[in-house]
């Protein structure tokens, strides 16, 4: 039994992967997501349209951050900062609107940040009365704005989390079966087999990721159409636009298996990578926790990660209608990092199909071993194999002439 507990011992430290996730991984994650892991939202972006927009901006404190004053527009223009994701609240002021209530006009895409929201307009109108004076409790002040939720007027989190989930069905196919898929066949022996046939890099990485293309591509439109029909998800924008965003992220995704199984021996190592990819692509991508409420020096993380993009294009279709124009950013490094990763996939897999001249020089083509001729029963001196076949040919013409014994 002793004998068997040193020697996993021994294989364990010589598994530095494993070293690794079972010591460094749970510390990192434990910072990240600990800083992450908020709901609360301290900082929400807001404009502020029509007359008076500069006077009714001052008016408003902590947590509404007002990022445009625009007193020459009104109630359209509101709307559309809110659809084009460049702010979570917009407050059209009573002249522009004709009355004599403020209008608030709230994303509720963004569930966490709308419900802080609600939560500030409450405490602020208890605060701040049309009379300057503390209103009764249960008392809405005569100036109390008309609060109005716009792409989730209910805040249902279906409506916010199914567009998500999509995207991370797309890791899970793209990376995590994606590279148990190669690994597996390296393990086989077929993929030494890729390597003698007259096949460009090019051409296997394309066969490797064509197939889970097409199974991620199914899983995405089921995934959807589970959401629309029977969770009642909104599908408010143009089906054009989501498609590319996703292709754009499937081709992200499946670099991502190549990747990980191009540097992975064996099917346990690929699972492990593809987990510490997978985990802060979900929790930190803004599909749970907003990007608002975290941390600055753990937030620039999320900016890597391609779920992140496709959360803001999959939310901003789907559920705001948005346009391709205020959604150029995602597009742009969703391509960006669709670039770096299948490049590198490619020359990963361009090393292993193609080694250099001087791997072939060195372990392929083995010299010629000299041989050793018999002369007179000792062991002569070491002769070329071309000597040694002129002499055997010598020898078997001295045996064949006359008064030789067959």
């Known amino acids: 039994m002793w004998a068997m507990i040193v020697k996993e011992f021994r294989q364990l430290r010589r598994d530095r992967r494993t070293l690794a996730m079972m010591f460094v991984m749970p510390v990192v994650l434990l910072v990240v997501f600990g800083y992450a ?186 995934v959807l159409g589970v959401g629309v029909a029977i969770f009642g998800v909104p599908f408010r924008g143009s089906y054009a636009i989501f498609a590319l965003g996703a292709l754009l992220f499937l081709f992200v995704t499946l670099g991502l298996g190549v990747l990980i199984s191009s540097v992975s021996q064996n099917q346990g190592q690929a699972i492990q990578m593809a987990v510490m990819v997978m985990l802060p692509q979900i929790l930190l991508s803004g599909l749970i926790f907003p990007l608002s409420a975290i941390v600055a020096g753990v937030r620039w993380i999320s900016y890597v990660l391609p779920l992140t993009y496709f959360v803001q294009i999959s939310r901003g279709v789907m559920l705001r209608a948005e346009p391709i124009g205020p959604l150029w950013q995602p597009f742009l490094f969703l391509a960006l990092l669709g670039a770096v990763v299948v490049t590198l996939a490619t020359l990963r897999f361009r090393a292993y199909l193609a080694p250099s001249a001087r791997h072939l020089r060195a372990g392929r083509q083995v010299p010629p071993q000299p041989v050793t001729a018999d002369s007179g029963g000792g062991l002569g001196a070491p002769v070329p194999a071309e000597g040694a076949a002129e002499g055997a040919a010598e020898r078997a013409a001295k045996g064949a002439g006359p008064g030789s014994t067959q």
Do not use: C
Request: proline content about 9%; charged content about 15%; cysteine-free.
């Open 37 to 222: 892991a908020s709901f609360d939202v301290s900082k929400i972006p807001t404009v502020v349209a029509g007359p008076q927009a500069a006077r009714v901006a001052s008016t408003l404190g902590k947590p509404f951050d007002v990022v445009t004053t625009a007193p020459s527009e009104g109630n359209a223009w509101a709307r559309d900062q809110l659809r084009d994701g460049k702010a979570a609240v917009a407050v059209v002021t009573p002249a522009a609107l004709g009355g004599a209530r403020p209008a608030v006009l709230i994303d509720g895409s963004q569930l966490f940040t709308a419900r802080s929201t609600l939560t500030a307009l409450s405490g602020l109108g208890r605060k701040t009365p049309a009379a300057g004076s503390p209103a009764q409790p249960g008392q809405p002040s005569a100036a109390a704005p008309k609060v109005t939720i716009l792409f989730n007027p209910k805040l249902r989190t279906a409506d916010i989390m199914i567009p998500g989930l999509a995207g991370v069905i797309l890791v899970f196919v793209g990376t995590i079966v994606t590279s148990l898929g190669v690994v597996r066949e390296r393990q086989s022996g077929t993929m030494e087999q890729l390597a003698v046939m007259p096949l460009r890099p090019r051409d296997v990485f394309l066969g490797k990721i064509v197939p889970y293309f097409a199974v991620a591509t199914l899983d995405l439109g089921i």
